[in-house]
């Protein structure tokens, strides 16, 4: 059964950081292309950042450029984003996304909250 699990959420202060991790049960998890979304309440999930299979070449939205990093080990089946410089708007629920031919698997997200 294919499943993505995320970790790393909390709590933390204006200009701290996170490391969130996504692991994912499922097969030929180097194929696919990993995504981390984010939704704030009351808006729209968003897109956060995304990895390639191979993972030579990252996207990130606009909000997060210099500031979060996407990666991941294709041996522990497991994608991260690394979040520096952490502002209020980064708040929310984060979730990560595995998609092959069209297919999406989606995890339960984990909260991020940015608090003084």
């Known amino acids: 059964q294919t499943q993505l699990v995320e970790s790393g959420g909390g709590l933390v202060q204006p200009g701290g950081s996170l490391r969130l991790s996504c692991a994912a049960s499922?097969?030929?998890?180097?194929?696919?292309?990993m995504s981390w979304y984010r939704q704030a309440p009351g808006k729209e999930r968003e897109l956060v950042a995304v990895?390639?299979?191979?993972?030579?070449?990252?996207t990130y939205a606009d909000s997060v450029k210099g500031r979060f990093t996407i990666s991941r080990d294709n041996a522990k089946n497991t994608v991260y984003l690394q979040m520096t410089s952490l502002k209020f708007e980064d708040a929310g629920v984060y979730y990560c996304?595995?998609?092959?031919?069209?297919?999406?698997?989606w995890g339960q997200g984990t909260q991020v909250t940015v608090s003084s």
């Open positions: 996304k595995a998609r092959r031919r069209l297919v999406d698997y």
């Open positions: 499922i097969s030929s998890f180097s194929m696919y292309t």
């Open positions: 990895i390639p299979p191979g993972g030579s070449t990252t």
